[in-house]
């Protein structure tokens, strides 16, 4: 398996990446398609937000059933928080794709990301259709990528290509993020596509375990938001044979690190981001408990603030683990920064702290906490909390 | 029943606030002193972390028999993770108070506050608290307030007088916070003092109710440390009767609001705090969901990075509010930001914003959410986050 941080041709799919003036920067990119020649094999995540926005509701029920030929996606505005006129306008906006692709309306899902609380303007939007419809091409991911950006700095592609039932088969995908990225997935938005032959019911299992390890283990600041969506459509065009046990769990791998790769780029472009910090937590009583001191770490500003500072503080580490309600024993936990081992058995490792400042200058570094209390394990992903995530976050208007 | 933002004179009780040199800066006050005559009626309220610093292990332990004579409070070391070391640190600054008071070393409660994982120097520390034996007054508990501080920017005292029992008593209290505050009353110390006649019992009883609704309802960054200790001493110089039913919750009630006010400083002085909001929470389904969407809102990163900016982030706000896990429907609720009503059944409310905005510019303002589902009502007080916190917490160091 070769696993690729860009794009990868997967037949059966053209991309585009448009703009419809939807966002306030004159012509930003800001409409992206995804198109299938016919209905496919799709399948979904979604936010579990109380609030969701008007295209998930839609996009959920209709991925529901297994089949999508097109996904649309619009930046500038998320359609959140928009009521009956929201949701009309999301049905309206898939029946212009439709009208465009010549195909059902109701195996277009939509997506949203941007302001909450506005509707976008439904006459630059289907202008923007007619014009994506005619720029899609097989070699359009990236266009498609740089389309769904809100405040990314970057666009973020990534691809796998593998050897499965006697063809060679593609995953490509594209994701956007950088805000509000949290325990589940906030204001994130994932799109992988294949050419591999699998049923709905073998592409969802898929997609739910490579979400499980990548988008849903990743955190920038905690929260959660309404439009989260990761999609996934096979097309088939590969043509190989039905697949046996071992090589859905081959192809879930694949899909896995396709998602991966995205999730890390993810939290590497997360608002005001200067750090990529890995954190493990092993030796936990449960696993859940595992999980749950992982993310208290994650998400505390303290930490956060810390790890900006490119401070090795143990006593903020510490009291988040501790804060989180999992079972720990001061006495007992290893704590290493950087590599280095910077607190045992309940005690400072005296002169280490110095060691681990220098390892935290580094861009990427992980905190691992062993509680050595039994076998639990979890890993996250997270950031630093920089001014300028205050910044962008204080000046990014309703 | 007056409140004060400021100290009263309590009988039985003397105070002290001193330089010992725990803290780098020089001429720093870190050691405080709090004293009564003999062993009076205590209560306690601590840290829910599974970490527990040194002097909180021992405090609890020591206010769970009811009976205090003094309490010794430095700031610059948490004396938290340091192991054995650390437990007989905390033993041995009791004994050097109890041995400058004449009193039972058992009788004295330690507390710390600072940096976490390291012993502060037992002699400097044994020769501050010879100095604040000497130097207790009963006017001494601005000077205590002083020397309790951390980051905090100003001593924060309140205090309470009435009638009770046929006499007029005091209630008098100082605390320190600043940062890591939040929901259980993270790395905050509090000291309550009244020269009312009551029982153990009675005493524990109103500093529960008095803290459920003050300490317990604030937070700045929803860390919470192993240090968080609330004391409060009745000396029973007021020599009032035994308190019947109604003046037992006249009592609570009185202390309840010198907890309250020392909360509010507590919120207003957070690190890098430019705004203190209040959020009130009505209408849903039960109490503890109310609670939960409060805290939510009050501890999401992006929504105090948006008060920060002064921007009625009506998104940010029900995003956060969904993300809770707490019954909602967004086609029912409500939304006040500073008195405007900015969303409304499902929808922005068409030009509230700007009014919205203008008073977010004032210090202080109301979110007031109505989900319209139930009685449940819960209210929070927090703050904002700044460059500052960012900056405090960046540079603060191991």
New interface residues.
């Given amino acids: 398996m070769k696993v690729l941080s860009e794009p990868a041709r997967v037949r059966g799919f053209r991309f585009a990446g448009v703009s419809a003036g939807l966002k306030t920067a004159a012509g930003a990119k800001d409409l992206g398609l995804i198109a299938a020649e016919n209905q496919v094999s799709a399948a979904g995540v979604f936010t579990t937000?109380?609030?969701?926005a008007a295209p998930v509701v839609i996009a959920s029920e209709r991925v529901s059933r297994g089949r999508l030929q097109a996904v649309v996606v619009n930046s500038g505005s998320?359609n959140?928080?928009?009521?009956k006129p929201g949701l009309r306008l999301a049905l309206n906006s898939c029946a212009a794709v439709a009208a465009e692709l010549g195909c059902d309306g109701a195996g277009v899902a939509p997506c949203s990301t941007g302001?909450?609380?506005?509707l976008y303007d439904f006459e630059k939007y289907r202008d923007g259709v007619r014009r994506a419809a005619g720029a899609l091409s097989e070699d359009g991911l990236e266009e498609f990528a740089r389309a769904i950006m809100t405040t990314d700095t970057r666009p973020k592609t990534a691809s796998a290509t593998l050897r499965l039932g006697g063809r060679e088969i593609a995953i490509a995908g594209a994701a956007k993020g950088s805000?509000?990225l949290s325990?589940h997935m906030?204001t994130m938005l994932a799109f992988i596509v294949t050419d591999a032959a699998v049923t709905p019911a073998q592409l969802r299992a898929a997609l739910k375990g490579a979400s499980a390890s990548s988008f849903n283990a990743i955190t920038v600041?905690?929260?959660?938001?309404?439009n989260d969506t990761v999609l996934a459509m096979a097309s088939g065009a590969a043509e190989n044979r039905a697949l046996g046990e071992r090589e859905r769990s081959l192809f879930a791998e694949a899909m896995g690190a396709v998602a991966s790769s995205l999730a890390r780029q993810l939290v590497y472009d997360g608002e005001g981001a200067t750090k990529l910090v890995a954190i493990r937590v092993r030796g936990a009583r449960t696993r859940a408990d595992a999980e749950r001191i992982a993310r208290r770490i994650a998400?505390?500003?303290?930490v956060k603030?810390?790890f900006?500072?490119c401070?090795?503080?143990?006593?903020?580490i510490?009291?988040?683990?501790?804060?989180?309600?999992?079972?720990?024993d001061?006495?007992r936990l290893e704590l290493k920064v950087g590599g280095v081992k910077i607190?045992s058995?309940?005690?400072?490792v005296v002169g280490a702290?110095q060691a681990a400042q220098e390892r935290m200058r580094e861009r990427e570094f992980a905190v691992e906490l062993d509680l050595k209390l039994g076998s639990g394990e979890a890993a996250l992903l997270t950031s630093d909390?920089?001014?300028d995530?205050?910044?962008i976050?204080?000046?990014y208007?309703?």
Same sequence: chains 1, 2.
């Fill in positions: 937000n109380r609030v969701k998320a959140c928080f928009t009521g302001v909450i609380g506005h805000g509000m325990p906030a600041d905690g929260d959660m938001s309404t998400n505390s500003p303290l603030t810390a900006f500072g401070d090795p503080n143990v006593g903020r510490i009291a988040a683990a501790g804060a989180s309600g999992a079972a720990l001061p006495e607190a058995r309940g005690m400072l702290l909390l920089s001014f995530y205050v910044k976050n204080a000046e208007t309703t």
